[in-house]
């Protein structure tokens, strides 16, 4: 449906380089970065508000690299919603049916069916100024609805909006999405993209390095910034080890993790899930267990319970629960141990997440 | 709390000296004169013609350059072009003009020796000592007010409405008149006012190019020079008055746009 080939774009001191992505017809598929990674820059060249420097576009198997914005059938929501302030929401969604000449009856069927669509009907005659951030999201969405575009693109469309209406949002973009609507969403939160994508793309200084389903990303991060993206705080960049009939890994600061036998290249990254690492005065027992001794460095509540960072040389951060906490009662400054299986590590190539997380 | 006590009336003493010495000769001018002496100059059927003709000169000049200012004006918020500093310095340039200097650099240019001049007689207008003439003196040197305000008014015009517009079909044009020029038009409006109310009071580059028909400040400049200080007065009394109500009115009738508009904005923060 939407494919860029090698796309590259100059832009001061930052570029898009080498962007090729394949969008399918109903797929939602989210572009995942932290601000500055060339996420929005990549939206304003797929619907033309720029032009890249080279490589192609194409929508539905045609050539749209130089065609006019207006002739791409690409709507775009952007961030800070850009509805026209002076105004009324019902003007601003028939802005563009004005243009395309729809007879009166015709435009004031599809602006009531946008806004019926987007539960704003009570809103026509408002001015944005008194609308709040998930109405203001939801005219922004209709506005851009009733030109049916053949792909959506959405950029950080939750970012200005409250906390406890992010759910609501949410339903709607997936209800959007179930009706046939093909979307691009432009993010930086990992979990936004866990609950509505089908595929996603993780941009990281102007490219794309890693592109999948959430859980595939999840899984298996390229590299340690996608790990760190996907909210996986426990990695190390170790060397392997391989003895007679045990293998090991080692950090640059001698951390020692034991691991399930496997052929290992001399160095790679280990992942290793928070809430698969235990935390005991003791140590746990099992002759295959990982138990590295360490200090409590800080305690931070978190919406499940607390993340406890222990420094053992490298840190490593340990999700417990409310109940663990009061049984346990840690305090910062205790002496205490990590204790993970070797299965609970999960391996990734050092040249390919070396090479990109550097870039 | 001492210390900011001081500070504010020592401000507040130095904020009143100024605002005394804008009052004062004003004040001193209305006090000198007796309302009877304003009530026949007023009848004066030359003062009327002079302020009349003052009044229309400047806001048909105001009207004819700003169909030119207010797409410069743009040019200047939304693009980037080489030599776009000094493009600026060109708009800026009649604001520190010495206005006769204006007057005669402009004298050469519409007289009938000159390019727009020649150009102009060849079609039968004269542009020396005439009404046209006297409203490109007044455009000249209060052009910047408008074109300055506006650019300002265009800059501040959030460019992600004109994109959405673009991205919506718009054209280029149908963005300026729908999304542009509505939300940058208080400020092209406050630009207008400005420009019509600097093009009014006028005298120095005026008086080079058109002595007649005679434009309120010449015929305060001449009344002095012919009677003295004290027929001078109630000429400028009167005309002091008109300008100041159509200054006010013009600005009461911005203001209250801006008012509804800055209610927008603040909501929308």
Request: with cysteine; net charge positive.
């Amino acid at each position: 449906m939407l494919r860029t080939e090698r796309v590259n774009k100059h832009l001061g001191s930052f570029s898009l380089r080498e962007i090729t992505l394949e969008v399918f017809p109903g797929d939602y598929y989210v572009l995942l970065g932290r601000s500055g990674a060339g996420k929005t820059q990549l939206l304003e060249l797929i619907c033309g508000l720029t032009a890249p420097d080279s490589g192609h576009i194409f929508i539905d198997g045609k050539e749209i690299t130089r065609t006019r914005v207006q002739d791409r059938g690409i709507g775009l929501v952007f961030q800070d919603f850009a509805l026209f302030p002076h105004y009324t929401v019902r003007e601003n969604i028939e802005y563009s049916l004005k243009i395309r000449r729809l007879s009166k009856e015709e435009a004031d069927q599809r602006v009531g069916h946008a806004a019926e669509e987007m539960n704003i009907t009570h809103l026509l005659s408002r001015k944005p100024y008194n609308l709040s951030g998930g109405e203001k999201q939801r005219v922004a969405l209709a506005r851009t609805l009733v030109t049916d575009p053949k792909v959506l693109l959405l950029d950080e469309p939750m970012a200005s909006v409250d906390a406890s209406l992010k759910d609501s949002i949410r339903r709607m973009l997936r209800r959007l999405n179930r009706e046939g609507q093909t979307i691009i969403h432009v993010t930086h939160d990992f979990g936004e993209a866990i609950s509505l994508a089908n595929r996603v793309g993780v941009m990281h200084n102007g490219r794309i390095i890693q592109e999948g389903t959430p859980l595939d990303v999840f899984n298996h991060p390229v590299n340690r910034f996608v790990a760190r993206y996907a909210g996986i705080k426990n990695f190390f960049r170790v060397t392997f080890i391989k003895s007679y009939n045990t293998c090991s890994g080692i950090t640059d600061k001698t951390t020692k993790f034991r691991l399930p036998k496997a052929d290992y290249p001399a160095s790679g990254l280990l992942i290793i899930g928070s809430s698969e690492v235990l935390l005991s005065r003791q140590g746990a027992p099992g002759i295959q267990m990982n138990n590295i001794q360490a200090i409590i460095d800080d305690i931070v509540p978190s919406a499940t319970g607390y993340e406890i960072a222990v420094n053992a040389g490298d840190y490593f951060y340990v999700d417990i629960t409310h109940r663990e906490m009061e049984e346990n009662n840690f305090v910062p400054g205790e002496k205490v141990f990590v204790s993970f299986p070797p299965e609970a590590m999960r391996f990734v190539g050092e040249s390919n997440g070396k090479k990109n997380s550097e870039q | 709390m001492k210390g900011q006590t001081l500070f504010t009336w020592i401000f507040t003493v130095l904020a009143a000296l100024v605002l005394l010495f804008i009052i004062a000769p004003l004040a001193g001018m209305f006090l000198d004169s007796s309302f009877s002496e304003v009530k026949t100059t007023a009848a004066d059927p030359e003062v009327q013609r002079s302020v009349w003709v003052t009044l229309v000169i400047a806001f048909s000049a105001t009207i004819i350059f700003a169909i030119g200012a207010v797409p410069l004006a743009w040019i200047m918020a939304r693009r980037e072009f080489p030599l776009k500093k000094v493009v600026q310095g060109i708009i800026d340039l009649p604001v520190v003009l010495p206005h006769t200097a204006a007057g005669i650099a402009l004298l050469g240019f519409i007289s009938r020796d000159g390019l727009l001049g020649g150009a102009a007689q060849k079609a039968g207008i004269l542009l020396v000592n005439n009404g046209a003439g006297i409203a490109l003196a007044m455009a000249f040197v209060s052009l910047p007010f408008l074109i300055n305000a506006a650019r300002d008014g265009f800059a501040a015009v959030p460019e992600r409405t004109e994109k959405a517009a673009l991205t919506l079909g718009a054209s280029p044009s149908r963005i300026f008149f729908t999304i542009s020029l509505p939300q940058a038009w208080r400020s092209v409006v406050s630009g207008f006012i400005m420009m019509f109310a600097r093009g009014m009071s006028e005298f120095g580059a005026v008086v080079i190019i058109a002595y007649h028909p005679m434009i309120a400040p010449v015929l305060i400049y001449e009344r002095f020079n012919t009677y003295g200080i004290k027929a001078a007065r109630p000429a400028s009394i009167i005309f002091i008055l008109v300008a100041l109500f159509f200054f006010v009115l013009f600005r009461t009738l911005a203001t209250e746009r801006r008012t509804i508009f800055r209610s927008e904005d603040d909501a929308a923060d």
